[in-house]
């Protein structure tokens, strides 16, 4: 199915499928029942009569499992390199070495984002990177020599040790697919890490052409997720909607994630992040999933995923990004007063005093937290280590950032 018929047929009635018959599912759902992948479909193309009581049954299992609170982290971006081996339709944030923007930070860079990050309040540093460039271009083998290390890999490790040790803030890393190996190398400077599933679908022709994105293999990537899960890393993963997949995408997609944190109990958060165009990328024409979709697919993650920790970024909705809230989140995801959303560049962070007050007005409390979740604080610290030591003395006794 294209995007746009994906969108046509979430405004569409459901053939054969009643406002009555969904609303008794979502009773269902609210007494304890779980919600069947069949209907969960449906609900995501559900029509503006029954919004409503799927938004409030959504509201209802986040109060039931995280009663009162949104969370965020308070970050700094360090885009570590830019330059990449996957040709994605939807990212603009990916350069080829000479392209215009392309840069590799050197570690006096990520040190003094790092330190402007600590004297701001920040106790998270989100290291974004290309994966695995050198493997494709030879600058990028040079620049890695030149450095010192023998892959983009090896140098990531370094620079979180080197904010590890220099500084108080926290990293959390974003590189890509990983094997056993490095999963257990970066878990001793970071308390956590991410990879986003995006889609189990192997269709999204657009997204991920064939052949010119091979670590975006719905395969690959759920074998990283599982291999943290089995090493016991708090892990951050998501999906990315509206790049191509179908709504029975979607729900497979949850479902997967769902799967390993069920036997593996490590996924620290799911994000559902909406894709946005920009203008320089091949998906430039692509329509928006609107916030009619984004709350739909919001609510359906809290039915299938319950307690789990879900999360949407509030600046990829341009207006009222409050409403999110109706869907079900309890978090809001890293926000930073310094650095730009490098991977969203249109779109910069609310400023964090305007976030807590929409927050509140929504009736919830603001909490600052680390870059691991709250409820994975205890076992990271029982790890041992210099990550443990950081993040005895930077979490409170619940677990959250502990006040300045």
């Not at 695995?132 to 890695?144: I, V």
């Not at 708090?234 to 790049?243: D, K, S």
């Not at 919830?364 to 680390?370: A, E, G, I, S, T």
């Amino acid at each position: 199915m294209s995007s746009s018929l994906t969108f046509i047929a979430r405004r569409s009635a459901v053939a054969g499928v009643s406002a009555d018959y969904l609303a008794s599912h979502l009773r269902e759902v609210h007494d304890g029942e779980e919600l069947a992948p069949e209907v969960a479909v449906q609900l995501l193309r559900c029509d503006d009569d029954v919004l409503p009581a799927l938004l409030a049954t959504a509201r209802a299992l986040k109060e039931q499992h995280h009663p009162g609170i949104i969370t965020y982290s308070r970050k700094v971006f360090i885009p570590l390199t830019n330059l990449c081996r996957d040709y994605c339709g939807y990212c603009t944030y990916r350069r080829d070495p000479g392209e215009p923007g392309a840069h590799t930070m050197t570690p006096d860079e990520v040190l003094s984002v790092a330190q402007q990050g600590e004297k701001l309040g920040c106790t998270e540093a989100l290291f974004s990177l290309g994966d695995r460039p050198e493997a494709l271009f030879p600058e990028m083998r040079e620049t890695l020599r030149r450095l010192g290390y023998r892959s983009t890999l090896h140098y990531l490790e370094a620079m979180c040790e080197l904010v590890l040790r220099e500084t108080r803030l926290l990293p959390h890393a974003n590189p890509g697919l990983l094997s056993a190996n490095w999963i257990e190398r970066l878990r001793a400077s970071n308390p956590s890490l991410g990879l986003m599933l995006e889609s189990t679908s192997t269709n999204l022709t657009e997204a991920h052409p064939a052949g010119r994105a091979p670590d975006k293999i719905p395969a690959l990537r759920l074998k990283t997720i599982e291999d943290a899960g089995k090493l016991g890393v708090p892990f951050t993963t998501g999906i990315l909607i509206g790049i191509g997949e179908t709504m029975e995408d979607r729900v497979n997609s949850l479902l997967a994630i769902e799967r390993l944190h069920e036997q593996y109990g490590h996924i620290q958060e799911v994000i559902i992040q909406n894709f946005r165009v920009k203008q320089r990328i091949p998906m430039a024409a692509w329509p928006e999933p609107d916030t009619g979709d984004m709350l739909r697919t919001l609510a359906v993650a809290r039915l299938l995923l319950r307690d789990m920790n879900i999360q949407a970024p509030p600046n990829l909705t341009e207006n009222d990004y409050e409403r999110l809230l109706e869907g079900g989140i309890n978090d809001w995801g890293g926000v930073s007063p310094l650095t730009p959303d490098y991977i969203n560049p249109e779109a910069p962070w609310p400023h964090l005093l305007e976030l807590q007050r929409r927050t509140e007005a929504a009736g919830q409390k603001l909490v600052q937290r680390l870059p691991v979740y709250p409820e994975f604080v205890a076992t990271v610290i029982a790890r041992g280590g210099v990550v443990a030591e950081r993040l005895r003395t930077a979490s409170d006794r619940d677990g959250y950032a502990r006040a300045a």
